[in-house]
């Protein structure tokens, strides 16, 4: 089989992709798929698509206001295993879905109807339908490819990135779908390409998604955390953390709280977006009379196009505080208008027609302030990363310190924690951990805490005490691998031909 198409995300063994630790466990899992994909279909799967999830380290809803943010890919992925028809099939432009999870995701199948249909492939906007995905996915794209005749494909999905706990597993099903389909129809496209469409993709789903998790799930390099910079372009740095002696780790603790994002989008992940659009539309205006599309471009006109930097962050997170002096807790859409200088209909139909919203007020202070504030915490854990300063005693101590500065705007300006969260991060602390905060779009979902290595087993079983023993006594502790784990940076996509 020819194996020329995406070079980059073309690995000859598993081995290469997960830790040395869990490869055995990983292999098992990729024969079982295997030997599931052959009875289900009677045909053999060529290769299999796949792409990790994603733990974010700092840097919390600010990747759709333009700036940095610092997460790293974890082991847990999303596999399609995939065979396509042959030869004698060339007209079989057929896709067949299945989920190894065949209970809870259910079988599907559609046919290609032609180029002029791609779009209106159905998604079911703001509906948790598992198909959903795939489609986004598959939609984008063919879109971009405009293929005549799309081969069919057989599919069979098994993921292990759990749903809802803020790791991502929207984003690694669509770059696995993307990356998927690209192959078996031998597109050769870039990594910024596949990340680009996977980012456009994904907001079929209702969701006006920024770029951290596609990229990060599409870039990553094992051992390296990403940086990753949105503007002018995309550009993702894999950059080490530091190695220190002791050595830390994070450590991923689900709160069990599932927040289901498509669902919730017009009062949580869609809201946010929007009010920071908002703020930053507003803060244009008042500072330079040029109203601006995002946070980040207030801050490049700000420090007239130099690299952002911290100075300038401080400056503009004191400004935030002195123009909205008098409004700590939000406006109404007439309130709006007068500050923004645009009508009602004027402000809807340019900030929440495409994407509907759902509140009384919207909070410009507190949204800008933490997005500026998140952007300045990223910089620091960057530079600190970037140094590795052997000699510097407290660089654990300095990480997570951002990162509880981090949790504590998130819960408190940009209001996106929960009660268990808030716990659970406690918890977290009480039991060793350096820093720990909310990681993802939160609601729920998972925290993530940086911990010596050495106390690993210590500190889950304070926190399966403390938490999982009190809020889900009857959660058995078999499952506790699935709920808290350690985590070291993990590689990205992948296309694996050799099974
Ligand atoms: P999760 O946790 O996967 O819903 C979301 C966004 C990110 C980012 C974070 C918050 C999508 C696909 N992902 O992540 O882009 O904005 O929230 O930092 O929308
Ligand atoms: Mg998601």
Redesign the pocket.
Known sequence: MDTEFIPFLKFSSISEIYPELIQNEQITRYKTLIRSFEKLYNRKPKFIARSPGRV?LI??????AGFG?LPMAISRDVLIAVDFPNEREENDMKVRIANVLKEKYPSKSWDYEGKEKIVEIKVKERVSEWENYFKSGYKGILQYLSLDEPKGMYCLIDGSVPPGA?L?S??AFICSVIIATCFVNKAKLTKKQVTEIAIES?RFTG?N?????QTVSIFSLKDHALYIKFLPSLIAIPTKLPSVNPPFVFIVANSLIVSD?VITAPTN?NLRVVETKLAAYHLGKSLFNKPCENLKQVSDLYSNNEEVNIENLIKLSNYVEKIYENNHDGFTLNELSSILDLNEDEIKSKFISKFPVRTNKYQLYKRSKHVFEEAMRVLKFYELCSNDDKDDNNIVEKLGNLMNESHKSCKELFNCSCDELDDLVKICLNGGAFGSRLT??GWG?CTVSLIYENDIDKFINYVWEKYYNIRFPNLSKDELDNVIFATSPGSGAAIITDL
């Open positions: 974010n840097g919390e809803h600010i990747d759709y943010v803020g991502s929207s984003a994904e969701m998604a920024g770029g951290m998790d994002k992940y993802g779009a979902g």
